[in-house]
RNA sequence: GGAGAGGUGGCUGAGCGGUCGAAAGCACCCGACUUGAAAUCGGGUGAGGGCAUGCGCCCUCCGGGGGUUCGAAUCCCUCCCUCUCCGCCA
């Protein structure tokens, strides 16, 4: 949410910062709203002054052992006006909320100008292109050969996009699970968490999913709602929800390995074949929490410690910076890596790093007690993938190919596979 | 799922129709005493918002939502959550 104060004093200066997303945000509308707002909330409040004082005054007289009765006749009449006043105050006020809810983050400046992936320009690269002396395969080729990942088993019992693996790719799967973990906790200072994989509406709100994305996540049956995460930011950003940090308690850094479930509605054609764009996938997310001064270093530090398991399995990639037309809804500024698939000579998105700078911490009302000021101001609020575990797997069986179609295991997993170097199938 | 108890400020906890944003204690901040500290004493200390922007005045918030009433933390309905016991169960 954007801080409604700028809202009322600038919106010209709002409309045209989001206006690079090609957000159309209608400032004189929002004004003339904010302008009926303001003058029915001064008067619902006069009334609501007029019906205390004299509510009281009856408390009074009837100690007195007075007759209460006319008094009583004329407040009613009061809380009838009132009633109607505050019925209109609280459709402009919902409407108003409607409005904040929907509009998407402030970019940072420097944010690129674009309209989609293709604009997205690239800020550095790691890593050399592999050269094969044969043709290589796909990850899907790969693993039909090497046995363990089956797309018909998962299309049985459950549907397209998903997938079941077995035997050394299950233990490949896990071992880069853990991996992640250790790697984050024990090196970048990360407390691991676990949390509900189901989570509530306002959580969702709170990061930013709801109430404009609904259709990009699965509803569970259930009275109230739950929904599937569609990534673990959604509860270990929500930890921090409405509560007020001291100022020791930052920056907070959690590392979390969860599921994520996506419906992909809307991407119907779009990478059908293979694992790289799946119903539910695991991801090792990174969040952080930190002061509002701090919140640009700490994406450069968080998209470091992705970058680093990328470079520790060996897998070249490149990082871009998030075009103004591609930017996530909640987000400042994103950073995504992409690694590169041989198959499909290119590369692909396996990490997204964002700062959502306050525009999370104020729809969650997650504050901390600022002490220059003293008071209670939002936080800043960071993630990022660290690594998506499903696409590091394709990449390894791209990267990592043979002529014969066997695999070799990155150097820093063949403790994680009990010393095997090579995945034989 | 059944029975019961409860959800109040950073924490503990009183209040159960009027003067209650809410006693008391703890924690925290300021001051006094002290060479300094501790102890003690005095004072202060919730969040969000509106008007004024000069000290200020006012509104809302006692788990969420709805209702009764001139007036609700207090009464009623409903939902959520926590705890205890029983049942079931990974």
């Known amino acids: 949410m954007i801080d409604p104060k700028l809202l009322r004093q600038d919106p ?5 910062n989001l206006a690079r997303r090609g957000f159309v945000f209608d ?3 929002y004004r003339g709203l ?23 005054a009856i408390g009074a007289a009837k100690q007195r052992g007075e007759d209460i009765e006319p008094l009583k006749r004329e407040v009613s009449r009061i809380g009838e006006e009132l009633s109607e006043a505050e019925a209109i105050l609280d459709k402009i006020q919902s409407g108003l909320v409607g409005i904040q809810l929907e509009l998407p983050n402030l970019l940072h400046p420097e944010v690129p100008d674009g309209e989609g992936e293709a604009d997205n320009p690239e800020l550095r690269r790691w890593g050399g292109i592999p050269a094969f002396d044969f043709t290589p395969r796909d990850h899907v080729e790969l693993g039909t050969l090497l046995g363990g990942m089956d797309f018909e088993a998962a299309a049985r019992i459950a549907g397209s996009r998903f997938v079941v693996l077995s035997g050394e790719l299950a233990r490949l799967h896990r071992a880069l699970i853990q991996f992640m973990l250790d790697i984050h906790t024990s090196e970048h200072d990360y407390t691991e968490v676990y949390v509900p994989y189901l989570v509530n509406a306002a959580a969702l709100t709170g990061t930013g999913q709801l109430p404009k994305f609904e259709e990009d996540l699965f509803r569970v049956e259930h009275e109230p709602a739950f ?3 569609p990534t673990a930011e959604v509860p270990v950003t929500n930890l921090v929800r409405e509560r007020i940090l001291e100022e020791g308690e930052l920056p907070l850094r959690m590392v979390c390995h969860t599921p994520c479930f996506r419906s992909e509605a809307g991407n119907y054609g779009k990478d059908t074949r293979g694992m790289i764009r799946q119903h539910q996938f695991e991801k090792v997310e990174l969040v952080q929490v930190v002061r509002p001064a701090e919140s640009w270093e ?16 060996g897998l070249p990639y490149r990082v871009v910076s998030l075009c103004a037309g591609d930017i996530g809804f909640s987000s400042a500024r994103t950073y995504d890596l992409e690694v590169w698939l041989p198959a ?9 790093c964002s ?31 660290g690594l998506a575990v499903g696409r ?27 010393g095997r170097r090579l995945l034989l199938g």
């Open 12 to 16: 010209q200066q709002i409309a045209a």
């Open 27 to 29: 400032a004189e509308r």
């Open 34 to 56: 904010e302008e009926r707002r303001r003058s029915l909330q001064a008067r619902t409040q006069d009334l609501q002054n007029e019906r205390n004082v004299r509510s009281k």
């Open 227 to 229: 929904y599937l995460t």
């Open 298 to 313: 700490a994406l450069e530090g968080l998209t470091g410690h992705a970058e680093v398991i990328l470079r520790r399995l």
């Open 344 to 352: 499909q000579e290119r590369f692909r998105e396996i990490s997204s």
């Open 355 to 385: 700062n959502f700078t306050d525009f999370q911490a104020r729809r969650m009302k997650a504050r901390w007690r600022n002490p220059e000021t003293g008071k209670p101001e939002p936080v800043h609020t960071l993630n990022g993938s």
């Open 392 to 418: 590091c797997l394709v990449a390894i069986l791209e990267n990592y190919q043979q002529a014969d179609g066997r695999v070799a295991v990155p150097e820093a997993l063949v403790p994680y596979l009990g």
